[in-house]
């Protein structure tokens, strides 16, 4: 069945740093790729998505390339600030109806 | 434009309850999902409605159940509540279209006691 890896937490940084959070994939077919975040005491907002093999997603900053070789969809901010401080969440959707999420990985970014 | 709302906010619910939890999906989509979020997990699929019918469903037990209306609100009915029970409910909407982009909603946290 479809799965999602991504890398655990939590990761702490300081302002201005470069953050990368791994996310590697099983599925069948060809499954469109989303990374999503959600803030403290909130539900999950769509941060980029991508929906074939080495289409870029992009948003505020962050970006992922789907790696269909590799089976991959890293998230990466060049310069990350304390408001990026969030749980981000890789996910899948291979068949129209249902995502997949990975388990998540928590980002604390310090001034 | 209006987005996904959800209630309530917070419910404390004792085991071998029942409960209702409410979604109203974003304006122009058609078709709505409801996930689990255990407290330090990725959201899990419950299921999803189309037209009013279920068109999909995750790993749930049928004391899991959901309804759509005509309005395509959406309600997520809980039978004989369990301790495990207690997570984040969050319900998703999507255009029919486009199901696999989805819009979360901010999500009830569900205490069973």
């Known amino acids: 069945g479809d799965s999602v890896t991504q890398m655990e937490g939590p990761v702490t940084l300081s302002e201005e740093a470069f953050l990368t959070i791994n996310c590697t994939y099983t599925?069948?077919?060809?499954?469109?790729l989303f990374w999503y975040v959600q803030y403290p005491g909130e539900g999950l907002q769509l941060l980029l998505k991508?929906?074939?093999?080495?289409d870029k997603g992009s948003n505020k900053g962050f970006e992922a390339t789907y790696r269909k070789e590799t089976t991959s969809f890293h998230l990466e901010k060049g310069s990350v600030q304390v408001s990026d401080s969030a749980v981000y969440f890789c996910a899948l959707s291979s068949n129209d109806y249902k995502l997949s999420f990975g388990a998540g990985t928590t980002v604390t970014v310090r001034a | 434009e209006t987005g996904v709302t959800q209630s309530p906010t917070h419910l404390i619910k004792t085991r071998g309850q029942q409960v209702t939890l409410r979604c109203s999906s974003q304006?122009?989509?058609?078709?709505v999902s409801w996930y689990q979020q255990a407290l330090g997990q990725g959201p899990q699929f419950i299921f999803q409605?189309?037209?009013?019918?279920?068109?999909g469903r995750g790993n749930f037990p049928p004391r899991f159940s959901g309804l759509q209306f005509p309005n395509y609100s959406s309600e997520l009915n809980v039978n004989a509540l369990e301790l495990d029970d207690s997570a984040l409910y969050l319900c998703a909407s999507s255009a029919w279209t486009v199901t696999d982009t989805q819009y979360f909603g901010p999500g009830t946290r569900l205490t069973v006691l």
């Open positions: 991508a929906t074939k093999a080495d």
């Open positions: 304006s122009g989509h058609n078709t």
């Open positions: 599925a069948t077919g060809y499954p469109s």
């Open positions: 409605y189309y037209r009013e019918e279920e068109n």
